[in-house]
């Protein structure tokens, strides 16, 4: 069900506010930022060594392959590890959160409707953008 016809707005100061969607960015925050601190310190880290440890990151581990180049794969893997760990928690919490703000910003709208509306009637001089 579209909630955005040409007389009705949400009233996204008000999405915003809700409960719902106040613990779905929580819970994301709490994810995504020490998941960024993490990746950039493990980048960090790796390029530090790479300029101030030559010696140690040009070990052969095995038959010429360095530690360099075993940090250096490990990017990739902790990319697409840190990928799969969000999509899966977008999947099972971030996704549920987002559904339950979507219902009550589309409750808040039939809600203002029945009394009445006035908030989402459309004056002649606002301009129309569809979102």
């Given at each position: 069900?579209?909630v955005?016809?040409?007389?009705?707005?949400?009233?996204?100061?008000?999405?915003?506010r809700?409960?719902?969607?106040?613990?779905?960015?929580?819970?994301?925050?709490?994810?995504?930022?020490?998941?960024?601190?993490?990746?950039?310190?493990?980048?960090?880290?790796?390029?530090?060594?790479?300029?101030?440890a030559?010696?140690?990151?040009?070990?052969?581990?095995?038959?010429?392959?360095?530690?360099?180049?075993?940090?250096?794969?490990?990017?990739?893997?902790?990319?697409?590890?840190?990928?799969?760990?969000?999509?899966?928690?977008?999947?099972?919490?971030?996704?549920?959160?987002?559904?339950?703000?979507?219902?009550?910003?589309?409750?808040?709208?039939?809600?203002?409707?029945?009394?009445?509306?006035?908030?989402?009637?459309?004056?002649?001089?606002?301009?129309?953008?569809?979102?």
């Amino acid at each position: 069900m579209s909630v955005s016809s040409p007389r009705e707005r949400i009233d996204w100061e008000a999405v915003e506010r809700a409960p719902e969607f106040q613990e779905l960015v929580t819970r994301r925050r709490r994810f995504v930022l020490p998941a960024t601190i993490f990746f950039l310190a493990w980048y960090l880290g790796f390029v530090l060594l790479a300029g101030y440890a030559p010696d140690f990151m040009g070990e052969s581990i095995y038959q010429g392959f360095t530690v360099g180049y075993l940090l250096a794969l490990t990017q990739f893997v902790m990319v697409w590890v840190l990928a799969a760990w969000y999509i899966r928690k977008s999947d099972r919490e971030f996704d549920p959160l987002r559904e339950a703000a979507k219902a009550q910003a589309v409750r808040d709208v039939a809600g203002q409707r029945a009394e009445g509306g006035a908030r989402f009637e459309r004056r002649n001089d606002e301009e129309v953008h569809d979102a």
